[in-house]
């Protein structure tokens, strides 16, 4: 099975939409740009937001088990794949690549 390196492209920030539709919370997302994981196999790694791991896990488990060219031909590198989280407010964006042998 093959590791994925886990970064995040770019974290956006809707600050209109945070004050008008989401209640105060004490800690919201920490994710920086350009941090990165590795994920082995179907483990969420240590550290990684787990409602993000909801919206990037199908497509680690597809490129850790061979799968790439996904919606035929959308990426350049058919070994990867961006994926965003689903937080409407802090959107993140993941850039998934298998790690090569």
């Not at 004050?19 to 990684?48: L, M, T």
Request: with cysteine; net charge negative.
């Amino acid at each position: 099975m093959r590791k994925i390196r886990i970064t995040a492209a770019r974290v956006a920030r809707y600050d209109d939409l945070i004050a008008r539709y989401e209640n105060p919370i004490e800690h919201a997302c920490s994710v920086k740009e350009g941090q990165a994981w590795i994920a082995d196999g179907w483990q969420r790694p240590e550290s990684f937001c787990e409602s993000a791991w909801e919206s990037v896990s199908p497509f680690v488990m597809t490129l850790a088990h061979g799968g790439e060219n996904f919606y035929d031909g959308w990426m350049k590198n058919p070994r990867s794949a961006m994926i965003s989280c689903n937080d409407g407010f802090r959107p993140v964006s993941f850039l998934l690549e298998v790690i090569e042998d």
